[in-house]
């Protein structure tokens, strides 16, 4: 019995493998050399992200956060001896989820004037964006025709010269 089972499972693994192209099988410890290189692709790609720009306006605080900003400073008068910050976030977070609506309404308040505030900034921003590269496509253009029209005139003086002679 033991030998027919031995031999149907090596039939089937057969099966299973003829099934994948050559290529496609991976034997022993090339399958997690493999793995490695594909974790090191996904890697390398996330590191050749696009450099940020220092003037872009930054993101305008949430709600919870213009409520920590207030409650940072009620907590440490509270607990001056508590230096961690996970602490404060800790306690900022349980109190944040025991206000009621009402409580919450005036920092969503502050929190939507921020964004009207940001999103005016980030206006401006893509205005003064779009003019300077306008403004770097037309200089590019020039200092290309203008290298051009250096070149043919350098090519006509050369035509010139051998003409004379």
Known sequence: MKAARSRAAATRKDSKEAKQPAEDKIVGKRKAASRADKSDQKRSKNVTSAKKDPNKPKRPA???????????????????????????????????????????????????KRKLEYEKLMAAYNKKQETTDDEEEADSESSKSQANDKDDE????????EDDD
């Open 154 to 161: 350098a090519s006509e003086e050369d035509e010139e010269d």
């Open 62 to 112: 949430t709600a919870f956060f213009v409520f920590l900003e207030e409650f940072r400073t009620i907590y440490k008068q509270e607990h001056p001896k508590v230096k961690a910050v996970s602490a404060v976030g800790k306690a900022g977070g349980e109190k944040w989820k025991s206000m009621s609506n009402a409580e919450k309404a005036p920092y969503e308040a502050k929190a939507a």
